[in-house]
């Protein structure tokens, strides 16, 4: 939102991510937007955000299939998360 102030906008994807609607999801995600969100930027809290909107079936086969992401605005989110997750 305009004028929200990046800690804020941290924690308000920080609660995003472990919420999704899915366990698997909100842990996947959850705790790799604890590990990444303090060092983030706003024009990449902006990216993080947009990716947080995505929803869960496309991140998940993305999470599992990352060349399906081809070179979209996220692929390198996702190559983060599946280093995070020590499955690259």
């Known amino acids: 939102m305009p004028g929200e102030d990046l800690e804020t906008r941290r924690r308000r994807a920080a609660y995003r991510a472990a919420h999704r609607g899915t366990k698997e999801m ?6 790799f937007a604890a590990a990444l969100l303090p060092g983030l930027d706003g024009e990449a809290l902006d990216r993080f955000e947009r990716f947080l909107r995505l929803p869960d079936p496309e991140l998940h086969e993305w999470f599992h ?3 399906l992401a081809g070179d979209s605005e996220f692929s390198e989110l996702i190559a983060a998360l ?3 997750h020590r499955l690259d």
């Open 26 to 31: 909100d842990w996947l995600i959850g705790r």
């Open 65 to 67: 299939s990352p060349q």
């Open 82 to 84: 599946r280093r995070f």
